[in-house]
């Protein structure tokens, strides 16, 4: 079986569809599929480079080349021929491209239905013959766009757990010191991209504003409110209260270097942070997710301490305490996500789904 995976770009900042790409491309050639990743945007990169062979980038700048892309992806489906199409987005000029393509299409619902006009969410529906929903809330968004339940798998998303481990103290500071992270403090890690409406990035300058002696916030990420919170954080990272990665391509070495993690989404529809958090020992603290999504159910199921909006210092601190008395928990909260979240058993899920679909061709 050969299966063409389509991503936007290959950029540690794409977030989680882009992780879940690579992770299914990896699971699926240890299982024998002939397993390949199209990029639509941009050259190729990290990704690119770890997956060698099977990978292919149309080198588009953006949607406004869409005239020009359609006849690109076709021409590159036309070469890989493969017998299923995978997308990891919703963007609808490659829809142009399968249109009439008699290759099986499915789709990764990372995000419920956009807000884009009627004829391109019908578009997207029209061309996509099954679709694997990352979380209940995603999935009973997309219903109620239409979408029939028989045509929607429940597959969550999962954890690389060769990745994402739990470092032993002397190997931790050792890596402290290759990334330039202090040794001598806690670390609270933010990981994702800085975008307020849905992120909270407005939630991350509170915190860095309010912590603790002893403590420094390491946010890894970029995204449109970076120079912004560069500019406002000044006094902060010249007091090692705040540090500023930006894009990490390997975000996992933060995660391991790390003590706590913020989680500050005011949306989130899966939530893959959260269970890297957890794979990697980290105990967890967050904000409301008041727009909900399927994160609302992780944070509850691995105990994580809920922050208010309106909190003061002293309610922050007390939070990171309580927070700190978690970690003698995490190696049994990281074998949970070992049990739930294992690639190499949804990514059988996976498998199964395009199997079935090629033998009965309709859904």
């Not at 700048?61 to 036309?78: F, T």
């Not at 500019?231 to 930006?246: A, H, N």
């Not at 939530?271 to 990697?280: D, H, M, N, R, T």
Request: with cysteine; glycine share 8%; proline share 6%.
């Amino acid at each position: 079986m050969r299966v063409l995976h389509i991503c936007q770009r290959d950029d540690p900042d794409s977030g989680g569809s882009l992780r879940v790409a690579e992770a299914l491309v990896v699971e699926q050639r240890r299982s024998g599929v002939d397993a390949w990743l199209l990029f639509l945007y941009g050259p190729p990169a990290n990704i690119c480079e770890l997956l060698a062979s099977g990978t292919k980038c149309l080198g588009l700048v953006s949607s406004k080349e869409a005239l020009w892309g359609v006849p690109r992806l076709r021409a590159a489906i036309w070469e890989i021929k493969p017998d299923i199409i995978h997308f990891h987005d919703g963007i609808i000029w490659p829809r142009l491209a399968v249109l009439l393509c008699r290759t099986p299409v499915v789709m990764h619902t990372h995000l419920p239905p956009g807000g884009g006009s009627a004829l391109s969410r019908f578009l997207v529906k029209k061309t996509t013959r099954l679709f694997f929903g990352i979380s209940l809330p995603t999935i009973d968004a997309w219903v109620a766009e239409n979408v029939r339940p028989s045509r929607i798998q429940y597959i969550p998303n999962g954890v690389d757990f060769d990745r994402f481990i739990i470092l032993e103290e002397e190997k931790r500071q050792a890596l402290r010191r290759r990334l330039n992270l202090p040794e001598n403090k806690k670390i609270l890690l933010w990981v994702g991209r800085l975008h307020q409406a849905m992120k909270g990035s407005d939630r991350v300058e509170k915190v860095a504003n309010l912590l603790p002696e002893g403590y420094v916030l390491v946010v890894v990420g970029n995204g449109p409110e970076y120079e912004g919170m560069l500019e406002r954080g000044k006094y902060l990272i010249e007091q090692k209260k705040l540090l500023l990665v930006g894009s990490a391509a390997m975000p996992e070495r933060y995660y391991q270097a790390a003590d706590q993690f913020l989680f500050t989404s005011y949306h989130e529809p899966f939530g893959l942070v959260i269970l890297e958090a957890v794979a990697s020992g980290l105990p967890i603290l967050n904000f409301p997710v008041n727009q909900g999504g399927g994160a609302v159910k992780l944070l509850r199921d691995f105990n994580a301490i809920e922050l208010r909006d309106g909190l003061d210092r002293s309610e922050l601190e007390e939070a990171l305490g309580l927070s700190w008395e978690q970690i003698p928990e995490q190696a049994s909260r990281r074998e949970k996500v070992m049990k739930e979240y294992s690639w190499t058993t949804l990514n059988r899920k996976v498998e199964d789904a395009y199997s079935l679909m090629l033998k009965r061709r309709v859904f």
